[in-house]
């Protein structure tokens, strides 16, 4: 069940990644700029997710 859930942290980066050049490409910023913090807020709690798997 721990892997799907560490699975899903992987769609999240990419659906992000996908996201950032198509908003930035139709001219809005904001929302580009957002997505970019949802990146990193996603590979953030990837690795904190990976961190406390690893300890259980």
Known sequence: MALKKLENWQFWII???VS???YASQGLYFT???Y???LILAILGWKEWKRK???E
């Open 36 to 38: 970019s913090v949802f």
């Open 32 to 34: 580009s700029a957002q």
């Open 15 to 17: 659906g992000n990644i």
């Open 53 to 55: 798997i690893k300890y």
């Open 20 to 22: 950032i050049p198509i």
